[in-house]
């Protein structure tokens, strides 16, 4: 099993940046893929960005440009940068490793005025 546990959310003012963090802990030698998915109220859960081993990297469309996903392996880290954040980027936003479908407790994101 995996564990991940999530941090670096927090409010922040539109046009603004956060940095979200995602450590892992016990299985760890089989991860390959990690995945940042999001979640609105009243809406369904979805994929943000994700990384494979071999850096290969997907993103929303709607955050393209905008967010940038990143792994540190050495310290089993995956971070997202998120700037020119918008109303709508509003969530709770969850680190995922696909292979176990481990996911941690989430970050509350809000971007609010």
């Known amino acids: 099993q995996v564990q991940l546990v999530e941090s670096g959310g927090g409010l922040v003012q539109p046009g603004g940046s956060l940095r979200l963090s995602c450590a892992a802990s016990?299985?760890?030698?089989?991860?390959?893929?990690m995945g940042w998915y999001r979640q609105a109220p009243g809406k369904l859960r979805e994929l943000v960005a994700r990384?494979?081993?071999?850096?290969?990297?997907t993103y929303a469309d709607s955050v393209k440009g905008r967010f940038t996903i990143s792994r540190d392996n050495a310290n089993n880290t995956v971070y997202l940068q998120m700037n020119s954040l918008k109303p709508e980027d509003t969530a709770v936003y969850y680190c995922?490793?696909?292979?176990?479908?481990?996911w941690g407790q989430g970050t509350q994101v809000t971007v609010s005025s």
């Open positions: 995922n490793e696909p292979r176990t479908n481990s």
């Open positions: 990384i494979t081993d071999g850096a290969r990297i």
């Open positions: 016990g299985s760890i030698f089989s991860i390959r893929a």
